[in-house]
């Protein structure tokens, strides 16, 4: 009889272990899916913030001044995290995980001329520009540029000459009086800061401050005035995902012919 309750003790005392050691396992494939569950959605979360970043580009009317932020964004993020052809790695050393994005935009060569003052490109020289990898290479010429400028005539003179610019770079020719020479001159003079002002009409065309002729400053900040307030549609079905990871890849935009 003793033997009998010693030997039920123990298969209760199995009986209790293994609900237990089952109510462990329940609970660990339980916590392992929750964890599993979060880990899926908090990446899915991440896609989204990441997409939207960019989705908020997917539309028309986008401002050339716009598309210059993304161009840069796009750089950044190629040369922070994507994934590199030749092996490297980051700014900080860490592996390169992902596809590269690409941000591209055209102008076409018809339309060029919205964007100059007469019949030369100092900034817009080609027709398509492409961001594909580490470097905004458009948006940092086109900074160095303008920084230059700036720091020459000020942005607040150059955007003056750029209003007036039709009464400054005035046509010459056999016809062309003094007097409409010393009016342009004067009116350089009105818009400019004291140490780029002139005493000579021919010094537009041969003076330089920084690294171009007074005419070529006016002319490439008229330029950029141009490209910022250009209007630019993202053609429809440009917008790529990876496969894989479901971010954006690609996008590509087009001038529209509007500008703001």
């Known amino acids: 009889m003793e033997n009998a309750s010693k030997a039920l003790l123990m298969a209760a005392s199995v009986l209790i272990a293994l609900v237990i050691i089952g109510a462990l396992i329940l609970m660990f494939n339980n916590l392992t899916n929750y ?4 880990t899926v959605s908090n990446r899915e979360a991440q896609v989204i913030e990441f997409n939207n970043q960019y989705e908020t580009y997917n539309r028309k009317n986008v401002r050339g001044s716009e598309l210059l932020s993304l161009l840069n964004r796009a750089a ?4 922070r995290t994507s994934s590199a052809s030749d092996g490297s790695k980051g700014d900080e050393g860490q592996d390169l995980l992902y596809e590269p994005i690409t941000i591209s935009f055209t102008i076409n060569q018809s339309d060029i001329t ?10 817009l020289t080609q027709n398509t520009w492409k961001v594909s990898g580490r470097e905004d290479t458009f948006g940092k010429d086109m900074k160095s540029k303008i920084d230059d400028l ?6 607040d003179s150059l955007a003056k000459m750029v209003k007036e610019i039709s009464n400054i770079l005035i046509e010459v020719n056999p016809r062309t009086t003094q007097a409409e020479k010393d009016a342009a001159m004067d009116v ?8 780029t002002k002139i005493n000579n009409f021919g010094d537009l065309k041969s003076k330089s401050f920084g ?5 070529e400053a006016i002319r490439t900040y008229y330029e950029y005035v141009q490209f910022k307030r ?8 440009s917008v790529k995902y990876n496969d894989g990871t479901g971010r954006i890849t690609k996008m590509e935009f087009e001038f529209n012919g509007k500008f703001e």
């Open 76 to 79: 950044d993020y190629n040369r």
């Open 35 to 38: 964890q599993s569950t979060k």
């Open 211 to 215: 690294n171009c002729t007074i005419e």
């Open 150 to 155: 700036e720091g020459n005539y000020t942005a």
């Open 114 to 123: 919205s964007f100059i003052y007469n019949d030369r490109a100092y900034l």
């Open 230 to 237: 250009a209007r630019f549609d993202c053609i429809e079905g």
């Open 188 to 195: 350089y003079n009105k818009c400019s800061i004291n140490k």
